[in-house]
């Protein structure tokens, strides 16, 4: 069986490649996730072969059977990181391999097919310099989309025996609305993102799709976002429908809510975390009720409040809505804490700034 060692990428270039001035037209001002690059890297799994034609080629549609396993069953997982340009033209990931171990965690969750970590990595590194032009300088980034998901043809109840992953680009800039210093959120009664012993500390899609009602709940009061409760007692603020969130205390310290199973264990979150500490402030991981938050941002207990997740980096919530009312945490902006954070992060992300954690991934 085919072992990380073994699998070598056969790179085929696009035959119709875009223009250049058409690749810095689109980088120009992307629409997040709207845009893709030229190319996809693709590694296949069997049970009988393991892991093998990895693959560097045009993008291009899968072709599947009506009856692929991931159609009915949704065994799929996905990860989401990007590329960052620095000043001098060279170009580096955040952290990946972290993203490889969450993303094999996941594929263990899920019953799938266990991806190497230096595979992973290799296929993004692969893509990443086939790509290169598509890295945009600037506050802009190349979003990366490793997925993988069951292939095989059948319609009985099991883990699928063929598993297909991939990796897509697509250049972007902010998550959020532009020159929006912070977000307004929903908090939901209603719905809830995970329970124990379910899929929560997995990145997949399953996860997402049953947070969308929520997210359209939120749209609709006019929010950015959902923050979700526990499952148990709809007592216990959990994350948001895409990121983790955390609360500036009047003390100077941080508080987020604690890693139980039914929460992502964010990179960018744990990567808070180190920097905080490294600074000497204070981190409680910790369960938080909403109530308490409310309270908290009223008394000014509260003074910042803010999510974070690879696409919206480090985001201020200026708002809070919720069935019986409002509240606002701070100013209702972007506050100095997390201001500190965001710069500090998205400097050692994009090169400007030494980076003690040996984070940056440099692609060759």
Known sequence: MNTETTVQFVISPSTTPTPHDQITASIANPVFGRVFTDHMATVRWTNTLGWHDAKIEARRPFQIDPACAVLHYAQEIFE??????????????????????????????????????ALFVGAVDAL???????VPG???????????????????????????????????????????????????????????????????????AASLI???????????????????EHKWIE??????????????????????????????????????????????????????WQADAISGRVKEAFACGTAAVVTAIGEVRHAAGEFKIGHGGE???????????????????ADPFGWSHHVA
């Open 214 to 232: 929520a997210q359209t709940e939120a749209a609709a009061k006019g929010c950015d976002q959902v923050v979700f409760l526990d499952a148990a």
């Open 138 to 208: 600037g506050d802009g980034s190349l979003y990366l989309r490793p997925f993988m998901f069951a292939s095989e043809s059948f319609l009985g109840v099991r883990s699928s025996n063929e598993y297909v992953f991939c990796v897509i680009a697509s250049p972007v800039g902010p998550y959020f609305k532009a020159g929006k210093s912070a977000v307004t959120v929903w908090v939901s009664d209603q719905y809830t993102r995970a329970a124990p012993g379910g899929t929560g500390a997995a990145k997949c899609g399953g996860n997402y």
């Open 80 to 117: 989401g990181m990007k590329a960052y340009r620095g000043e001098d033209g060279s170009i580096s990931l955040f952290r990946p391999f972290e993203n490889a171990r969450r993303f094999r965690a996941s594929a263990a969750r899920m019953s799938m097919a266990e991806l190497p970590e």
């Open 239 to 292: 994350e948001l429908g895409g990121m983790n969130v955390f609360f500036v205390m009047d003390d100077g310290s941080l508080r987020t809510p604690p890693l139980s199973g039914t929460i992502l264990p964010g990179i960018t979150r744990a990567s808070i975390i180190d920097l905080a500490r490294q600074e000497g402030i204070t981190v409680s991981e910790e369960p938080y009720a909403f109530e308490t």
């Open 128 to 134: 990443v310099k086939v790509d290169q032009d598509w």
């Open 335 to 353: 506050g100095p804490v997390t201001q500190r954070i965001r710069t500090t992060l998205t400097g050692i992300q994009r090169g400007k700034i």
